[in-house]
């Protein structure tokens, strides 16, 4: 009878543990799920596609010649196959400190010459890309319909996954579109986030976000 009270809260232990797996998955499904609804009110719905037209087939052979068969090469042996190599993949890089990521307006003679933001996307080959502060409220934007709405979204997003993720910095997604999601830097006491649609996989996240850095100060340095 005395180790009854030990077996209740042991098994109440192991239901509240229970408990919080459940909800923590939820919660990543939801996440996930918002920012891939995110992306797909940024680039709007696809373009129909016209059908292509089948080529004729092709005339069978009138040569009357009958085919020879040549015999087969003999395979080789187990022991003279070469071994596959493994690929051996990077790891990623690790999130910089805040406080490398302050955004200084730029000084003369530092201009990259981006006069906007459809210029650095065409060059990662971005098909649309959004800037935002962590209260929702979009910076700057390219081929992005109803950035109000999307910035809230992403906003939202990111506030979900910091409270399972104190130091989230980065996120991407390889599905039927390339999304990237991750911090910018700071201006002032704002953090600057950016989500990303299209783009090759030539362009990492710390490539992408130099970019948007330079963007960003040449943007601040003609305002000051």
Do not use: C, H, W
């Not at 092709?58 to 395979?75: C, F, I, L, N, Y």
Request: charged share 20%.
């Amino acid at each position: 009878m005395d180790g009854l009270p030990f077996i209740s809260e042991l098994s109440f232990l192991i239901l509240l543990i229970v408990i919080l797996a459940v909800v923590s998955i939820a919660l990543s499904v939801a996440s996930l799920l918002l920012v891939r609804s995110a992306a797909r009110k940024m680039v709007g719905p696809p373009r129909p596609v016209a059908p292509s037209v089948a080529a004729p087939p092709a005339p069978p052979p009138t040569s009357s010649r009958p085919a020879v068969s040549k015999p087969a090469a003999p395979r080789p042996s187990v022991a003279t196959k070469p071994a596959a190599k493994a690929e051996v993949k990077p790891a990623p890089p690790p999130p910089r400190p805040l406080e490398s990521l302050e955004i200084k307006p730029a000084e003369a003679g530092e201009e990259f010459g981006f006069a906007s933001l459809e210029e650095v996307a065409s060059m990662l080959g971005l098909k649309s890309v959004i800037l935002l502060n962590q209260s929702g409220i979009p910076i700057d934007s390219y081929n992005v319909g109803e950035d109000d709405r999307v910035a809230a979204s992403v906003a939202d997003f990111i506030s979900l996954v910091r409270r399972l993720n104190p130091g989230f910095s980065y996120m991407v997604s390889e599905g039927e579109e390339r999304v990237m999601l991750f911090l910018v830097g700071r201006i002032g006491e704002s953090e600057v986030y950016a989500l990303t649609v299209g783009g090759g996989s030539e362009f990492g996240v710390e490539e992408v976000r130099d970019l948007l850095r330079a963007y960003l100060s040449e943007s601040l340095g003609r305002f000051k």
